[in-house]
């Protein structure tokens, strides 16, 4: 009964001991699972890489639509001048009435390209692609060759 007393007198000092000088572990809130090998790695790149390339096909489907709207736009404003030049150009008998209405049609015009560039620059520079993950400096195929080469002997040819 000795002996027991002794094992439970230790276990106390020690548990004692433990919880006074403050070694007790402590976990952490939110632990991130560190990936252990490269080839986990190479898997957590891909699929980062597949989102960043879904984010950017998205980004350059949105930018394409502005620019269809943008050049709907244009397209209006170039056909209406147009279309009212004609109109004009049938009631005109005078050379300075063709003039003025041809110089309206320009002015019109420019006025548009000027609107579209604006609305273009607006919209921003066109998104970059991501960056396609590096193939690893190991590939399997040939980690297993070399292994059989080895275990047989034989040099690689």
């Given at each position: 009964?000795s002996k027991a007393r002794q094992i439970i007198a230790i276990s106390l000092l020690t548990s004692l001991a433990m919880g006074a000088f403050g070694t007790t572990a402590q976990?952490?809130?939110?632990?991130?699972?560190?990936?252990?090998?490269?080839?986990?790695?190479?898997?957590?790149?891909?699929?980062?890489?597949?989102?960043?390339?879904?984010?950017?096909?998205?980004?350059?489907?949105?930018?394409?639509?502005?620019?269809?709207?943008?050049?709907?736009?244009?397209?209006?404003?170039?056909?209406?001048?147009?279309?009212?030049?004609?109109?004009?150009?049938?009631?005109?008998?005078?050379?300075?009435?063709?003039?003025?209405?041809?110089?309206?049609?320009?002015?019109?015009?420019?006025?548009?390209?000027?609107?579209?560039?604006?609305?273009?620059?607006?919209?921003?520079?066109?998104?970059?692609?991501?960056?396609?993950?590096?193939?690893?400096?190991?590939?399997?195929?040939?980690?297993?060759?070399?292994?059989?080469?080895?275990?047989?002997?034989?040099?690689?040819?």
């Open positions: 009964m976990a952490d809130p939110q632990p991130t699972p560190s990936p252990s090998t490269t080839a986990e790695i190479y898997k957590a790149l891909q699929e980062q890489y597949k989102r960043d390339r879904d984010q950017y096909l998205q980004a350059v489907r949105d930018r394409d639509s502005k620019m269809r709207m943008i050049n709907l736009i244009f397209k209006n404003a170039v056909d209406k001048a147009t279309t009212d030049a004609r109109v004009a150009m049938a009631s005109a008998t005078t050379p300075e009435q063709k003039n003025s209405i041809s110089a309206t049609r320009r002015n019109a015009i420019t006025q548009a390209i000027t609107l579209r560039d604006s609305m273009i620059s607006g919209i921003g520079p066109m998104p970059t692609p991501p960056a396609k993950p590096d193939k690893l400096a190991f590939d399997k195929n040939e980690l297993k060759s070399d292994s059989k080469l080895d275990q047989k002997g034989k040099s690689k040819r």
